[in-house]
């Protein structure tokens, strides 16, 4: 049986902390709610856990769908009081203090043999979320209901392939998609801001906001800016 863990260590000496072993392994990087002390990692199979970030104690645990059908491959979303974490099938919300359910949706779209990688963000006090190879393929949700404020129809070849990615002093996220699109978009709305290409099927890096440029890397090794 596969499984994984979480480590901490020491910034100015590199000793180690703390390791807690975990179910299953964890493809994206955990993500830390600083105000509660917490690391919340989600791996693979859906498992979703609450650990201290000072001495490596497991707060809380939760399950996010099915472990055997479920393919969880991006770091949980902070929404300041919780994350929300999951797939096309079984996406959800938690609460940060106990790990228990806010909200689930599970009508999204039924579990296919991919996974979702891409990260949403809470932007605009929206949470932004991009689901892989559907249509509708990127949201809009209330962060305390899981309601749908606006969602983007279209082509699922066109959908996220990177993790959105908030611009300061803005509502507006960066994103990129099937077929080389670069894409700024307000968080509030769905709107498109601006949309660029690269000349590459995939940009699947993390975009990078420097100075109000959108710089992204491509499949192939190249690297773009945009204004």
Same mark, same amino acid.
């Given at each position: 049986?596969?499984?994984? @863990?979480?480590? /901490?260590?020491?910034?100015?000496?590199?000793?180690?902390?703390? =390791?807690?072993?975990?179910?299953? $392994?964890?493809?994206?990087?955990?993500?830390?709610?600083?105000?509660? @002390?917490? !690391?919340?990692?989600?791996?693979?199979?859906?498992?979703?856990?609450?650990?201290?970030?000072? %001495?490596?104690? #497991?707060?809380?645990?939760?399950?996010?769908?099915?472990?055997?059908?479920?393919?969880?491959?991006?770091?949980?979303?902070?929404?300041?009081?919780?994350?929300?974490?999951?797939? =096309?099938?079984?996406? *959800?919300? #938690?609460?940060?203090?106990?790990?228990?359910?806010?909200?689930?949706?599970?009508?999204?779209?039924?579990?296919?043999?991919?996974?979702?990688?891409?990260?949403?963000?809470?932007? &605009?006090?929206?949470?932004?979320?991009?689901?892989?190879?559907?249509? $509708?393929? =990127?949201? +809009?949700?209330? $962060?305390? /209901? &899981?309601?749908?404020?606006?969602?983007?129809?279209?082509?699922?070849?066109?959908?996220?392939? /990177?993790?959105?990615?908030?611009? $300061?002093?803005? %509502?507006?996220?960066?994103? =990129?998609?099937? @077929? &080389?699109?670069?894409?700024?978009?307000?968080?509030?709305?769905?709107?498109?801001?601006?949309? &660029?290409?690269?000349?590459?099927?995939?940009?699947? +890096?993390?975009?990078? !906001?420097?100075?109000?440029?959108?710089?992204?890397? %491509?499949?192939?090794?190249?690297?773009? *800016?945009?204004?």
């Amino acid at each position: 049986e596969a499984r994984g @863990g979480l480590a /901490s260590y020491g910034a100015d000496s590199g000793e180690s902390r703390w =390791t807690v072993e975990l179910d299953a $392994p964890i493809k994206a990087g955990a993500t830390a709610l600083h105000d509660h @002390g917490l !690391i919340v990692a989600a791996t693979v199979s859906g498992g979703v856990f609450g650990v201290d970030q000072y %001495t490596g104690t #497991l707060r809380w645990q939760a399950q996010i769908g099915d472990r055997l059908r479920t393919w969880v491959h991006a770091a949980p979303v902070d929404l300041g009081d919780g994350v929300a974490v999951g797939e =096309t099938s079984h996406y *959800a919300a #938690l609460d940060a203090t106990d790990g228990s359910l806010r909200w689930e949706r599970r009508d999204l779209e039924g579990a296919e043999n991919y996974a979702t990688p891409m990260q949403g963000v809470l932007r &605009g006090g929206e949470l932004v979320a991009g689901l892989s190879f559907i249509a $509708p393929h =990127t949201y +809009g949700f209330d $962060p305390a /209901s &899981g309601e749908t404020l606006w969602q983007r129809d279209g082509n699922r070849l066109a959908a996220p392939t /990177s993790d959105l990615v908030a611009v $300061p002093d803005s %509502t507006d996220v960066v994103v =990129t998609r099937l @077929g &080389g699109i670069v894409e700024r978009f307000d968080s509030a709305t769905g709107e498109v801001r601006w949309r &660029g290409n690269v000349q590459a099927a995939f940009a699947p +890096g993390r975009p990078l !906001i420097h100075e109000d440029r959108a710089i992204v890397t %491509t499949g192939i090794g190249e690297v773009a *800016a945009f204004d």
